[in-house]
């Protein structure tokens, strides 16, 4: 797919007009240092506002439920224009996750609670999966939800949960039947963070980031009525959330971190030594490749087709690049990237910077995006699918 048809190019320039209009110096520098995976909700949140007031905050979702219902040609456009310039990065865990299994598997009281709140952004949520000592082995967790009532008491932990600690809500999966095959004993619970007994320890990452935490639970009483689906079905909702939770439209937000690297290197007065201008080319190369396939599937979801192996290709092949792209950043500064300098998160410090400005933003994006070929589905398990899949090994 090398070209867009002419109503979504008109499409495109009207996102750029908006972006131009709504998008202040000050949105596009919390964007620009933005050192994580997605940008501190406190910071995040204005931006949402001027997309929901647009009506814009939730582009994927249906009009049924008060989306705009683009398509998926749009939602792609959208999401590019949003990297390239250099919007904050609005978590997902709301709008992009729990959101659309609401819609799937929620009763009408659950969809009429917790759908309009989404959208607002009144309520933020965060996702209980991952567990201490289970790896990427979901179906092993051990955190338990025990009938008592009307109620579930539920007792364990998750790990690297993603801004629980600004999080008002979490969609969590817990086992309510230990015997039997492990996926058949899950179930999909909504649970209020502010209910007694859950604890957020904080996990500072060597990036210096605030953007993990340990979520504790200790007798927590959930009413039976925040459980979304049947009980021992949470698997079922878990994989429908999974087809969700990775996005089509990385190329965008990989460019503009590569433009970033060009301009050190232009800054460092590197634009004419023939091995720097060599470690450049070869990385647009291979972004120009890797953006060519994203549009390919991009094309096949466009006429309804799954992701399929598709979705492993575009995982591995978007976390590599970017881990590529910052590290060649660090070797840029050098010398500078040797303090971390913590830019944007509200909880931090406000000390002196100690680096060039230009710079100080480089070293984090390097430490934290050594965790891409790990979240989401390690890269290695993603080769295997794609072994199985379609080499048929």
Known sequence: MSDFSAADQAFRDE???FLEDALTEELRRVGRETTGVFTAWPLAKPWHEILYRRG????????????IGWSV???YIFASELAAAEAPKIPVMSLRMVGPVVMRFGRDDQKARYLPKIRSGEDFWCQGYSEPGVGSDLAALSTRAVSDGDDYLVNGSKIWTTHAQWANRIFCLV??????????GITFLLIDMDTPGITVEPIITMAGDHEVNQVFFDDVRVPKANRLGDENDGWTVAKYLLEYERSVAHAAAIR??????????KAEGLSSDPEWRAKLAELEIALDAYQGIEHRILSAASRGETLGPG???LKVMSSELTQRVTELGTEIIAYHGLPVQQLVQPDRANAEAIVPPEVASVMPRYLNARATT?????????????AKLVLGL
């Open 311 to 313: 979705s492993s290709i």
């Open 374 to 386: 790990i979240f989401g589905g390690t890269n290695e398990v993603q080769r295997n699918l794609l």
């Open 73 to 75: 040609v749009e939602q």
């Open 256 to 265: 503009a971190e590569l433009t970033h690297v060009t301009h050190l290197t």
């Open 56 to 67: 814009w905050a939730a582009p994927s979702w249906p009009k049924a439920y008060g989306g």
């Open 15 to 17: 996102v750029c007009r």
């Open 175 to 184: 086992r309510t039947n230990p015997g039997g095959k492990p996926q058949a």
